[in-house]
C-alpha cells in the first residue's frame, strides 16, 4: 500500500496539523510505503517572500522529523525537487472541467473573504492531483477540509483513465472522524489563516498564554459544565487516554472546577505530550545539513517514480 500526504509550508505547524494529518500519516508509516512531502510549489499560493518561505520549508521538514518521521522508512522529499509534477498537472489541467474547479470550497472561501484569485490558486487542486497521481497513490491522510480536494483528483483520475487508458491508482482519503476538525481558540477550525493556532513547537510563556485565552462560556466555577460544549475539553481529548478523558469529563459535570484549571491542565497534558519531540527538533535543528541530506536522498526516490509514471502518461497522450 502507497500512502502519501503533504503539508504546505505557509506557516508554523499546529495542533490541528499534527493531530488531523502528521500523526495519522506518521502511524501509517508501519503500515506501508510512506511518502511525505512539503508543498512548496502550494504555498507560493500565499507566501511571496522567498526568504519567508525557505525557512518556513526548513521549520517544516524540522517539525516532521521531530514528530516521527523515520526516513529510512518513509520517502520524505520537497515538492519542488520533482518538478515533474508541474509537468503532469499540465496533461491532467487538460481532462479538467472548468466547473469542477470553479464548485471547490476552499477556492470558493477564499474569494469570498476577498481576496484576488491568480491563475496558481484556481488550479491549487489539479496540482495536488498530479502530486497524488504521480506516486500510485493508495492512501492520502489529510484533515476534513481536504477532502474535496481528494474528490477532485479522483474525479481527474478516472476522467484520464478512461480517455487515454490505464494510467493512475484512484486514490482514497484517510479521514479519522476524532481528529478531522481540531477546533482552535476561538471555536472555528483551527487554521494558520484564522490566527487561531496552538503551534506544537510554541515556546513556552506565549502557549501558556493562548491556552488561558480559548474562548469559554460564562458558567460560573461551582456550576456543573457540559464538556461537550467545550473547546477545552475537545483540546484536552486529543491528548489524553480514555480513562482520562472519561475522567475529565466527569469532573465537568461535578462543578467546582472553573475554565482556569482545566486550561492549566490542557496545558500540562500539551506540553509533556511534545516534550520528547522538541529535544529531538533541537538537536536536528543544529544540524541542517542532515536534513537537506534527507530531503535530497527522499527527492531522489520519489522522483524515479514520478518519472516513471510520466513515461507512461506521456506516451498515453502521445507526446512521447
Ligand atoms: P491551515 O488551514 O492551517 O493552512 P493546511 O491547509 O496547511 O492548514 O493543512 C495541512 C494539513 O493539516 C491538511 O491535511 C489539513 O486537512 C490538516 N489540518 C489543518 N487544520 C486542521 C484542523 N483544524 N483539524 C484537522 N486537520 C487539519
Ligand atoms: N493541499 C494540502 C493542504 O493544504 C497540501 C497538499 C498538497 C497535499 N498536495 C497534496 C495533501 C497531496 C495531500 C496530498 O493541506
Not at 511571496?48 to 525557512?55: A, F, G, K, Q, T
Not at 470550497?105 to 496558481?120: A, E, F, M, R
Not at 466527569?250 to 482556569?260: D, Q
Request: aromatic share 10%; glycine share 6%; net charge neutral.
Amino acid at each position: 500500500m502507497r500512502i502519501l500526504s503533504g503539508i504546505q509550508p505557509s506557516g508554523r505547524l499546529h495542533l490541528g496539523n499534527y493531530f488531523g494529518m502528521m500523526k495519522p500519516a506518521l502511524e501509517l508509516q508501519e503500515k506501508g510505503e510512506c511518502f511525505l512531502f512539503i508543498a512548496n510549489f502550494h504555498a507560493l499560493t500565499s507566501v511571496s517572500n522567498p526568504s519567508v518561505l525557505r525557512s518556513y520549508t526548513l521549520e517544516v521538514a524540522l517539525d516532521f522529523l521531530a514528530c516521527g518521521l523515520d526516513p529510512r522508512r518513509t520517502v520524505f522529499f520537497k515538492q519542488s525537487d520533482v518538478p515533474e509534477v508541474c509537468e503532469l498537472t499540465w496533461y491532467l489541467s487538460c481532462v479538467t472541467s472548468m466547473g469542477l474547479l470553479e464548485r471547490c470550497h476552499s477556492y470558493k472561501d477564499k474569494v469570498d473573504k476577498g481576496i484576488t484569485p491568480n491563475h496558481g490558486l484556481f488550479a491549487y487542486p489539479v496540482l495536488m492531483a498530479a502530486d497524488i497521481l504521480a506516486y500510485q497513490s493508495d492512501v492520502v491522510p489529510v484533515g476534513k477540509d481536504q477532502k474535496q480536494h481528494l474528490e477532485v483528483a479522483r474525479d481527474i483520475a478516472i476522467r484520464f483513465n478512461s480517455q487515454y487508458g490505464e494510467a493512475f491508482v484512484i486514490p482514497e482519503p484517510y479521514i479519522q472522524e476524532a481528529t478531522a476538525v481540531v477546533p482552535g481558540i476561538d471555536g472555528q477550525k483551527m487554521s494558520k489563516s484564522y490566527g487561531n493556532t496552538i503551534e506544537i513547537f510554541g515556546d513556552e510563556k506565549t502557549t501558556r498564554k493562548r491556552m488561558m485565552g480559548i474562548v469559554t462560556d460564562s458558567t460560573p466555577m461551582e456550576a456543573p459544565k457540559d464538556p461537550d460544549k467545550s473547546i477545552v475539553f475537545a483540546l484536552y481529548s486529543l491528548f489524553a487516554t480514555a480513562e482520562e478523558r472519561e475522567a475529565m469529563a466527569a469532573r465537568y459535570r461535578a462543578g467546582g472546577m472553573g475554565y482556569g484549571e482545566a486550561k492549566k491542565t490542557l496545558f500540562e497534558k500539551y506540553w509533556a505530550h511534545f516534550e520528547p519531540f522538541r529535544r529531538r527538533r533541537a538537536e536536528l535543528a543544529a544540524d541542517p545539513a542532515e536534513v537537506e541530506r534527507i530531503l535530497k536522498e527522499g527527492a531522489a526516490r520519489a522522483r524515479a517514480e514520478a518519472c516513471r509514471t510520466l513515461q507512461r502518461v506521456r506516451s498515453l497522450v502521445g507526446v512521447d
